[in-house]
Nanobody, 121 residues
């Protein structure tokens, strides 16, 4: 059974940090790019960051650059999103998703169930 399980969300004050984890199982993790997406109430889903095994340069949306860091541990089949200097506009449900080899394919092959991040100002 394919699974992507997010964890690490929660309530944090503005300026604080959280580290999200996306644990994968049921597929060949090394062959997939993993992206982090978020969706705030009333807004469209947006891609925050993405990392593949083959590309040394992860993708970050502009608002995440300099504050968020994505990394992956292929041995643990886990992708992390370290989020620093969080702002109220980062409040959303965060999802991870897998796509074959590269970050750009859409639709994604697999999705997690999401984890809530709430940043209080």
């Amino acid at each position: 059974e394919v699974q992507l399980v997010e964890s690490g969300g929660g309530l944090v004050q503005a300026g604080g940090s959280l580290r999200l984890s996306c644990a994968a199982s049921g597929f060949t993790f090394d062959d997939y790019a993993i992206g982090w997406f978020r969706q705030a109430p009333g807004k469209e889903r947006e891609e925050v960051s993405c990392i593949s095994s083959s590309d040394p340069n992860p993708y970050y949306r502009e608002s995440a650059k300099g504050r968020f860091t994505i990394s992956r541990d292929n041995a643990k089949k886990t992708v992390y999103l370290q989020m620093n200097n969080l702002k109220s506009e980062d409040t959303a449900v965060y999802y991870c998703a897998a796509s074959w080899v590269a970050c750009w394919p859409d639709p994604k092959d697999y999705w997690g169930q999401g984890t809530q991040v709430t940043v209080s100002s």
